[in-house]
């Protein structure tokens, strides 16, 4: 009887600690300025890193939606990863050389791409 109690108690901390881990998985919506696919590509890219769980950008609405784990990867660093490869976000801003070497079609600041292909 002793022992079942212990494996019961085991079991349920078990669960406990599982329900904590995924618990511990945050989704946000950042926006992310960009324009065409081979922005996609390269924003998503970026953040094949530890921590993110899922990374999908819409070209249309400018919005990032990212799973990650804030024990593994700040909400700050994933805008700061993005900045890096140069695209803004609603909280860090490229630099400016960076920015400047991406391919005409994906220069959002710049230059008004309506109408152009997306390739």
Not at 25 to 47: D, F, P, Q, W
Request: proline residues 2%; aromatic residues 8%; positive net charge.
């Amino acid at each position: 009887m002793k022992t079942n109690i212990i494996i019961l108690f085991l079991l349920i901390g078990s669960v406990a600690v599982f329900a904590q881990s995924k618990a511990k998985v945050v989704t946000a919506t950042i926006k992310v300025y960009g324009n065409c696919g081979m922005c996609k590509e390269r924003i998503e890219a970026a953040l094949d890193y530890k921590g993110i769980k899922t990374a999908k950008w819409d070209a249309k609405t400018k919005n990032l939606m990212v799973v990650y784990s804030p024990a593994k990867i700040t909400e700050q660093k994933i805008h700061e990863l993005v900045a890096a490869v140069g695209h803004d976000t609603d909280k860090v801003k490229a630099k400016d050389t960076i920015y400047a070497d991406l391919p005409f079609c994906c220069l959002y600041r710049d230059h008004d791409h309506e109408g152009m292909d997306d390739n």
